[in-house]
């Protein structure tokens, strides 16, 4: 299977940023801690992907890993070909008068993919990266684009135990476009291949574990599970809880459902459909903590505040 790795003998060169190295390629992005990719961002379509041209996606983070190399994403799983580590295409886009499914890119319908990158600021231990991609849907024999976004990532190390990357996600609408309420949409994880509801956990800033937060508020997410080194854990927070403002609904996977395997989906069109200049899809911020030991509730609860204050302190100043 060539997915991301088939960038590895494309690499232009390398820039040196403090503990981490960045290198890039046409095909990719990566951060490099020491030895190990830590990071990577695809920015062309996967070459041979498993199923064939039509999940050639780019648009997407892997691998995300924790300091000691566990990877807390995968792509391409067996169950769902179409998932693809940390990826953000709405299911369904409604675009005059007819709806295109950018989700499934069997389908093809519709898919989000890259369109520019570029490495900024790079500072002790903190890297960030300036996106722009766009969603587009098949009209005839052609895609055409009807979503312009603006990314910005910062990933950075907290210390020895843990890394931490933020999200910052703009999307401006060529023409009317309206995001249809489906009880999945949006800012997706797929995490590790071997977890599943018997060695891996979840809590929610509601209080809910695995079995049932699905289509509950959340202003954050936190799954741990099994690794080499004893623990790792991935704490997905999204900032649409700031301020009192209604968290997204969850889309998550019970014990049940495809063995518990960990997938978090942060939905803001669960209930309701949402033209897209509406602030609930138009700007949406995340922040993830990928860890090498259990990330608890109090923890996770800690550092959402901690996020908050951090987010109300800028827009004062």
């Not at 797929?190 to 018997?198: D, F, K, L, S, T």
């Not at 997905?236 to 700031?242: E, N």
């Not at 949402?274 to 509730?297: C, E, G, K, N």
């Amino acid at each position: 299977m060539a997915r991301w790795f088939a960038a590895v003998a494309t690499f232009a060169g390398s820039v040196a940023a403090a503990g981490f190295e960045v290198v890039e390629s046409d095909v990719r992005i990566e951060i490099r801690d020491g030895d190990q990719v830590v990071f990577g961002w695809q920015r062309a379509p996967l070459d041979e992907p498993d199923g064939g041209e039509k999940f050639a996606a780019s648009a997407f983070v892997h691998p995300l890993t924790t300091p000691a190399g566990f990877s807390l994403t995968c792509i391409q799983p067996s169950d769902h070909r179409h998932h693809f580590g940390v990826w953000w295409p709405w299911k369904h886009l409604e675009i005059d008068g007819r709806t295109f499914n950018c989700w499934e890119l069997q389908e093809g319908q519709g898919r989000q993919v890259a369109t520019a990158a570029e490495v900024g600021g790079k500072e002790d231990d903190r890297v960030t990266l300036s996106l722009e991609n766009r969603h587009e849907v098949r009209v005839g024999d052609a895609y055409r684009p009807v979503i312009l976004e603006t990314t910005t990532m910062v990933f950075s190390r907290l210390d020895e135990q843990a890394y931490q990357l933020d999200i910052g996600i703009i999307q401006r609408p060529v023409g009317e476009v309206v995001v249809p309420a489906y009880r999945y949409s949006g800012f997706s994880w797929r995490g590790p291949e071997a977890w599943n509801h018997r060695n891996s956990r979840m809590r929610t800033s509601g209080g809910h574990s695995r079995g049932n937060a699905n289509h509950q508020l959340a202003r954050w997410v936190s799954v741990d599970g099994e690794a080499p080194q004893g623990r790792a854990s991935l704490l997905l927070m999204s900032a649409a809880g700031f301020g009192g403002g209604d968290p997204e609904r969850l889309r998550v996977w019970g014990p049940g459902d495809h063995a518990g395997a960990p997938f978090v989906n942060m939905n803001p069109v669960v209930n309701a459909s949402l033209p897209l200049d509406h602030p609930a899809v138009a700007r949406r911020h995340y922040r993830l903590v990928m860890a090498d030991r259990t990330i608890t509730s109090g923890e996770a609860e800690r550092r959402w505040k901690r996020w908050q204050a951090e987010r109300q302190a800028g827009e004062e100043d």
